[in-house]
């Protein structure tokens, strides 16, 4: 079990980011939030490999990498593989949701309209996540 | 000479002239059956030389009136006979040069013409070759031929002959229309790409705004008087009325780009799976009055068809106890469904006007007016009908078919 968290977002959008740190802060959980607003930003984080994340959020609609293709990315990398990556989408999209699961994918969230509906899933995400063990890598 | 000897001499004589005259008369009897019977087989031949020339000439015609190609050529590909049409086909005068076979065949299809040929010989003919040939000017053409060998009196194969119609504009068509096909298989997929990339990109700042809303009234609780809370609630229900549109939107343009099959669909677990989509209030109860059939569609289609009638349903009723019944006709060709509420009822004159698209009857921030258009949509692909009888303030009943 870890009380702490270290997850990487990978989200362009401003306010969805806004949204999970708050969420995080008025929850008052102790998870770590690294933020990255693109795949290539997050293949620089990715770099440093002393200093991984536990899980990741990512997003699907990015511009430059797309999150399928980050994803296809990080499954090829033999250490980078193993971190659970979790989908936050607006998507529902069978294709997209087949294509993730395909690839490999530790969850896939839809972000709901509703903020406090958002805060319910972010709080049942984080709480499953905290409570599995973890490859230390 | 005895008198004796000259008695036997002369009976002897007698009888030998006798015989001769007999001989001479079965001559005689003989050369004239001889005489009847080649006179009867002079017209006989005659006769056969008449229905030869006729079946020559019937031949001629068919070989000169036959709108396809016909080709005869030799066991080595030597071509002894084209008709005109053969002649406008391949362009060759064969008068003027030989011409071989092999010269005719288009590369590619070089493999097959050898095992054509080869079942030729086999089995005495072959249908359906179809393949391309060079013509004199080197123009590629479409064939199709039809071939058998041509024997002589001891039975041995001495030539092969061809009937060859020019494909060629078929073949194009053809193809044609497979391009045409793929391109309107991906400018479908590149459309429904197109759709759920336009919803995502609207459905994000509903999101954002959403979030933004909420902050503001959670960080400015104390400060808020009852009006700006009223108002904070209404953006949220714009909110949610448009993000209910642009599903809408999206579920409407998904149907019918679906790459599934249709398959056989039972509709009573269709109907009960409902009740885990579909929130019923406790005071309506739904009736399904028979057992519904099984019929040949595509099932999620089908579940929304379901789902968005009886939720319409669910919706508008006004009464204390709500019912709602399903009930199912058969007829020799499709089965006649009814989905009937004691609901608000629709007027005579919205009866039409439901069933096109942002058509909403209502205000509510459920109604978008894209689900009787959806369920439309869904019996359009299905072919089938949907009509509706209603009396304001007291009923609605929805019929539709599905064909068997």
Redesign the interface.
């Known amino acids: 079990m870890i009380n702490t968290l270290k997850v990487l977002l990978i989200e362009d959008d401003t306010i969805e980011v806004m949204k999970l740190n708050r969420t995080i802060s008025s929850l008052a959980l102790k998870h770590e939030i690294i933020e990255a607003n693109n795949g290539e930003d997050a293949l620089k984080i990715l770099e440093q490999k002393e200093n991984l994340p536990h899980i990741i959020l990512l997003d699907l609609n990015m511009p430059k990498i797309n999150g399928i293709e980050f994803l296809s990315i990080l499954k090829e990398d033999e250490i980078l593989k193993h971190i659970p990556t979790i989908i936050l989408t607006t998507s529902n999209n069978q294709k997209d949701l087949l294509e993730c699961y395909k690839i490999g994918i530790a969850g896939y969230i839809l972000k709901p309209l509703k903020y406090e509906a958002y805060v319910s899933k972010i709080e049942k995400l984080l709480a499953y996540w905290s409570i599995n063990e973890l490859i230390k890598i | 000479m005895s008198r004796n000897e000259i008695d036997i001499l002369k009976r002897a004589l007698q009888r030998e002239k006798a015989a001769r005259k007999a001989a001479e008369r079965i001559l005689e009897d003989k050369s004239r059956e001889l005489y009847l019977t080649s006179e009867e087989l002079k017209t006989t031949n005659l006769k056969l030389e008449e229905l030869l020339d006729e079946k020559s000439t019937q031949l001629q015609g068919v070989f000169e009136n036959i709108i396809d190609a016909y080709v005869v050529m030799d066991l080595k590909g030597n071509i002894l006979k084209f008709n005109d049409p053969a002649i406008a086909l391949f362009g060759y005068d064969i008068d003027k040069a030989p011409v071989n076979v092999l010269r005719l065949i288009y590369k590619k299809d070089y493999k097959y013409a050898m095992q054509s040929f080869k079942n030729l010989k086999k089995n005495g003919f072959f249908t359906n070759y179809s393949a391309r040939i060079y013509t004199k000017s080197k123009a590629v053409k479409w064939v199709h031929i039809n071939a058998s060998l041509i024997f002589n009196k001891q039975k041995k194969p001495i030539a092969a002959q061809g009937i060859v119609r020019d494909i060629t504009e078929l073949k194009n068509l053809e193809l044609q229309k497979e391009l045409l096909l793929k391109k309107l298989e991906k400018s479908n997929d590149e459309l429904q790409e197109y759709a759920?990339?336009v919803?995502?990109?609207l459905?994000?700042p509903?999101?954002?705004i959403?979030?933004?809303v909420?902050?503001i009234k959670e960080d400015n609780k104390a400060h808020l008087n009852a009006a700006s809370l009223q108002n904070f609630d209404l953006i949220?229900n714009t909110?949610?009325k448009m993000?209910h549109l642009i599903s809408g939107i999206l579920n409407y343009s998904s149907i019918g780009f679906d790459s599934v099959k249709k398959e056989a669909v039972d509709l009573n677990t269709i109907v009960q799976n409902l009740n885990t989509i579909l929130i019923v209030p406790e005071h309506i109860t739904i009736n399904l009055k028979t057992k519904l059939p099984i019929v040949k569609g595509f099932k999620t289609k089908l579940e929304q068809l379901f789902q968005n009638l009886i939720g319409n349903a669910i919706k508008f009723i006004d009464k204390e106890k709500g019912f709602i019944e399903i009930d199912v006709k058969e007829t020799p060709s499709y089965y006649e469904f009814s989905i009937k509420d004691n609901g608000i009822g629709i007027d005579k004159k919205y009866h039409e006007k439901i069933f096109k698209i942002f058509n909403s009857l209502t205000k509510r921030k459920d109604s978008t007016g894209i689900g009787l258009s959806i369920v439309k949509k869904i019996l359009d692909i299905h072919h089938g009908e949907i009509w509706l009888e209603s009396v304001v303030g007291e009923f609605t009943t929805f019929y539709f078919t599905l064909k068997k």
């Open positions: 759920h990339i919803s995502h990109d459905k994000s509903l999101r954002s959403d979030a933004l909420s902050w949220s909110l949610e993000e």
